[in-house]
């Protein structure tokens, strides 16, 4: 019992040092660097499109590999991707720094939920996933708010400093994740020894068929994955674009951290009820979310800077109760062998979306 509560609180500590950073606003870092939202959009196009290069193969590695492996690889293309932008002087830079985060996404994506599952399968004790998913969320709303809230510092010290106080926090997560054990059913030396046995290339290949056959039959599961998605990519865009366009619609700057972090709490508190409507049906929860979600955009239109961030509030409530409630269903679902990749398939229909969302959002956001 003390060893599962040491590896999840150690999963807790590596993604608040994962997601405390002095960039969390950095569509309003670039803004002040004199790049616009259609620029911006394209910067975010490049994410999604290096998400759905890496997103998929990332999973798989991490359920033939071990996925503490692949989180300790996330943290060092974190880090690489911190010097990119460093270094950055113009918008191809740019995108290269952010090619770099998405693929350290991509092998943290999959490979932290799925190890903190299987651990918890271990010691019989799946039924705390729920609630592991909701403090994960949690966690993430919570350092994502105080990292926005840090936007007035970040742009004082400038880009170059506040990027390196990152490079900094990678490397402490790099020790935190080197204290855990991996609970993946291919890890350690059984996974040493598939190596032996076979080559990766059959090896990828075996893993992947498997999961394309689960999800051939379970036809659920794509359904779930596309209405978290559509729900997810609504939010994120919204907030993104939010940075820039609540001092435009007149925000005073020393509010403007603030109005951020309010609306990250939003998810927070999305996380919490959603615990508490087990009996609410999931279309249920679908139809209410993406309503509010949907709501929240249609205020941000109003100009009114203090609606716009109410708007942004129910975003992020909505993104993530869907989210807590989806993510429970499908790790339930997914047998532990694939677990990893599946979860990445998620991830992968994320990126579908936001590749077509984003520079649409971009031109759509900036004409307002």
């Not at 996925?67 to 113009?90: A, D, E, W």
Request: include cysteine; charged fraction near 15%.
């Amino acid at each position: 019992m003390l060893k599962i509560k040491k590896q999840i609180t150690g999963l807790y500590l590596s993604a608040v040092v994962g997601n405390l950073s002095l960039t969390g606003a950095w569509v309003a870092i670039l803004a002040a660097r004199g790049y616009s939202l259609a620029e911006i959009g394209l910067a975010e196009t490049v994410f999604h499109i290096t998400s759905l290069m890496f997103e998929i193969p990332s999973g798989v590695f991490a359920d033939l590999f071990g996925r503490k492996k692949m989180l300790l690889l996330s943290s060092f293309l974190r880090m690489i991707g911190n010097m990119v932008m460093i270094l950055s002087g113009n918008l191809f830079m740019v995108c290269l720094s952010l090619a770099f985060y998405a693929a350290s996404y991509n092998f943290a994506s999959g490979s932290g939920d799925a190890l903190a599952y299987d651990s918890l399968k271990l010691v019989q004790k799946e039924a705390y996933y729920e609630k592991y998913a909701s403090n994960q969320l949690i966690i993430y709303r919570l350092c994502s708010g105080i990292s926005t809230m840090c936007a007035g510092f970040a742009l004082l010290i400038g880009h170059r400093a506040a990027y390196g106080t990152d490079i900094l926090m990678s490397a402490i997560q790099i020790g935190i994740l080197k204290t855990l054990y991996e609970a993946g059913v291919d890890g350690g030396k059984e996974g040493q020894e598939k190596e032996l046995t076979i080559s990766v290339k059959n090896a990828l290949a075996q893993c992947l068929l498997s999961s394309l056959s689960f999800m051939k039959r379970e036809r659920k599961a794509i359904a779930f994955m596309f209405a978290n998605s559509f729900v997810g990519a609504v939010d994120i865009l919204l907030l993104f674009f939010l940075q820039a366009k609540l001092p435009a619609a007149g925000m005073p700057g020393w509010a403007l951290g603030f109005a951020l972090f309010f609306m990250e709490m939003g998810g927070i508190l999305g996380a919490r009820i959603i615990l508490q409507w087990g009996r609410l049906r999931y279309r249920n929860v679908f139809a209410l979310m993406a309503a509010l979600v949907l709501f929240g955009v249609l205020i941000e239109h109003s100009g009114w800077y203090l609606f716009m961030t109410l708007g942004g509030f129910m975003a992020a409530f909505a993104d993530d109760a869907l989210q807590v409630r989806t993510n429970t269903i499908l790790q339930d679902m997914f047998p532990s062998e694939q677990r990893a990749t599946l979860i990445s398939m998620e991830s992968f229909t994320f990126s579908v979306i936001m590749v077509v969302q984003s520079p649409l959002a971009g031109l759509f956001f900036s004409r307002w």
